[in-house]
């Protein structure tokens, strides 16, 4: 047994043998006294419980989505389930939304680094919430991960603080502070410094058990018994899936002796087949939801990835596809009226634009383009938003302070009947738009920067003044793979060529040599981008598509301990 010093921290001969881990648990990352405090025994014991008791679930729902994959590839269209038209046609409604989270009109979103965290949780406004974020945001190698871990905790605990050497300056949190909302990883993601009976863990256990296991008690204490934690809930396909955590909230509720309908989840809708599950998650969950989010990004990418064998399918450039094509106006109305029918949120998304520090006019027609969005979701019916950055509070604050007043929210007042004749076909209709030349060198350009980034730790980076995460770099590669498997001609600039591998190779190549111009030789030699090209450029010419960037990126970013880094 590792013995603790007064102060929490491993005695020296204890650190040596490293982690004191719970039986059957094996930690492969790197010591650290820190990352010690989180990964205690009784922590890893009750991830390593979450694991035994839902690894066989995930198991089968992962394979329920290769099987779903097999029929949308052989040419089925994604639909409403004829086996749960009751939960859908029936009268239920969700847990009364607890009084902590009525009003969430502006959510700030960002990584889980020490100082976003302390400068999101100040960023000033009178109502909003924090999220913090092991997912799209986060590049998740192990280092980002138990730093967040140890982040967040001492967030909770009010004891969080970052000394900025180069400037000098002291961050910690104000009086008043956001609410705090985390979003684990997806299901699919492994966690590879963690072994559990010999496999390596289940990601978003790891993320949810650690975090809830050090935090739960601060919440019952700061927010009042039944009110959080609080968890936003990534990429879900299907009903399934949510209520894999709905048994883990109960179970985790259980252990810790609070009250059932204490953790609050947010589902995010951002696969192509969760649109047609709406009703069906939230049912699974009606205890512990707090509504839905149009996880716009990576809905698009899912779009693309759902119709990878459909060439009639095809998306124009990446920038052409935003809310008002009636496919994605449609899904989020839907989940407006699906969301306040059952008595909860339905958040809108994320605008990408981001503040332009050196260019005032680029910057006014940026803060124009995210006020135009947040006044279309506010009107539509959406209850709150995202902002990806301080800079942008005011000016959406005052948007849906404008729109909705002092009402916390609009579950009761914008009901959105008008969307209960939404089809199949309004939800999968089409986008429309041109494919240019120019859209395949940005994708390019941007995915090449973005897995550049991500193997080095940074998961959200700012790319030609708009925010770029994995979701959005999603979409670069995906479409970039469909143009090419399909050999699409690119004629929306009336260049009329056709995409084929010899071209692509011809585009990575003056594509890196462009990025190499902006930012420099010596960044760019210091940087990943070779290596991020590689990948980047296997994954849009691979036959088959990868499921996912991330997943295939990660064995990169993998390093077991002592020494070397390891393929899973
Ligand atoms: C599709 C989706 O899933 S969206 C959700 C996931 N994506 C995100 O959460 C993106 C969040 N945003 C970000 O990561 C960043 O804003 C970026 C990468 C887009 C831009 O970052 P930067 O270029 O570093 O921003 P910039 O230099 O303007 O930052 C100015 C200040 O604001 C802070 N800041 C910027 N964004 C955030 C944020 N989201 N949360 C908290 N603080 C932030 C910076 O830390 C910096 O603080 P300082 O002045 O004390 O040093
Ligand atoms: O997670 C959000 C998205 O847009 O993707
Ligand atoms: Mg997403």
Not at 365 to 372: G, I, R, Y
Not at 468 to 478: L, N
Request: hydrophobic fraction near 40%; charge should be neutral.
């Amino acid at each position: 047994m590792m013995s603790l010093g007064t102060n929490g921290y491993a005695s020296p001969a204890a650190r040596k043998m490293g982690y004191d881990v719970a039986e059957g648990v094996d930690i492969r990352g790197r010591y650290d006294e820190e990352f010690a405090r989180i990964l205690t025994k009784d922590a890893l014991r009750f991830v390593a419980e979450l694991q035994r008791e839902f690894r066989n679930h995930v198991k089968y729902a992962m394979e329920c989505r290769k099987e779903a994959k097999m029929r949308y590839n052989a040419g089925a269209l994604p639909g409403f389930d004829p086996a749960t038209r009751c939960v859908r046609e029936g009268d239920w409604a969700c847990a009364a939304v607890p009084p902590a989270v009525a009003d969430r009109r502006v959510e700030i979103t960002g990584p889980v680094e020490r100082k976003m965290i302390i400068n999101a949780l100040n960023s000033g406004a009178k109502v909003f919430m924090m999220h913090a974020d092991f997912e799209d945001a986060l590049s998740p190698s192990w280092e980002n991960l138990m730093r967040g871990q140890v982040n967040l905790k001492d967030a909770v605990d009010g004891t969080i603080s970052f000394r900025d050497q180069a400037r000098n300056r002291v961050y910690k949190l104000n009086n008043q502070i956001a609410k705090l909302f985390v979003r684990p990883r997806g299901w699919h993601l492994p966690e590879a410094h963690i072994f559990i009976d010999g496999e390596p863990a289940i990601g978003c256990l790891v993320d949810f058990g650690l975090y809830f296991y050090h935090n739960y008690a601060a919440f019952c204490r700061n927010q009042g018994a039944g009110f959080g934690p609080f968890f936003y809930l990534p990429k879900m396909e299907h009903s399934r899936e949510a209520r894999i955590w709905n048994n883990v909230f109960d179970k985790a509720e259980k252990m810790a002796g609070i009250e059932n309908g204490s953790i609050r989840a947010t589902v995010l809708i951002e696969t192509l087949p969760a649109v047609f599950q709406m009703d069906e998650i939230l049912y699974e969950l009606r205890d512990h939801s707090v509504g839905l989010n149009c996880g716009r990004w990576d809905y698009i990418f899912s779009y693309v990835k759902t119709f990878q064998a459909h060439p009639d399918r095809l998306l124009p450039d990446r920038v052409q596809v935003g809310m008002t094509q009636h496919f994605m106006r449609s899904y989020s109305d839907l989940l407006i009226r699906t969301c306040h029918r059952r008595g909860v949120h339905a958040m809108g998304g994320m605008a990408a634009q981001i503040p332009i520090r050196d260019d005032p006019a680029a910057n006014e027609v940026a803060l124009e383009l995210v006020k135009k969005d947040k006044l279309r979701e506010v009107r539509a019916g959406h209850d709150g938003t995202w902002a990806a950055h301080p800079g942008l509070i005011p000016a959406i604050m005052e948007v849906f302070n404008s729109n909705m007043g002092n009402a916390p929210n609009q579950i009761q007042t914008m009901k959105r009947e008008d969307a209960a004749t939404l089809t199949e076909e309004d939800l999968l209709q089409r986008p429309r738009g041109v494919r240019t030349m120019e859209g395949l060198r940005l994708n390019t350009r941007v995915g090449i920067q973005y897995v550049a980034a991500w193997l080095t730790g940074t998961g959200s980076v700012p790319l030609y003044n708009l925010m770029e995460d994995a979701a959005t770099a999603e979409i670069s590669r995906v479409q970039n793979w469909q143009w090419l498997k399909y050999g699409v001609v690119l004629d929306g600039d009336g260049l009329g060529v056709k995409v084929s591998l010899d071209l692509f190779g011809r585009v990575v190549e003056e594509e890196m040599a462009r990025i190499e111009r902006e930012i420099g030789r010596e960044k760019f030699n210091k940087g990943m981008y070779k290596e991020a090209s590689k990948i980047f450029t296997r994954q849009c010419t691979t036959p088959m598509l990868d499921d996912f960037l991330t997943l295939d990126a990660y064995n990169n970013i993998v390093i077991h301990h002592p020494k070397g880094s390891s393929r899973l």
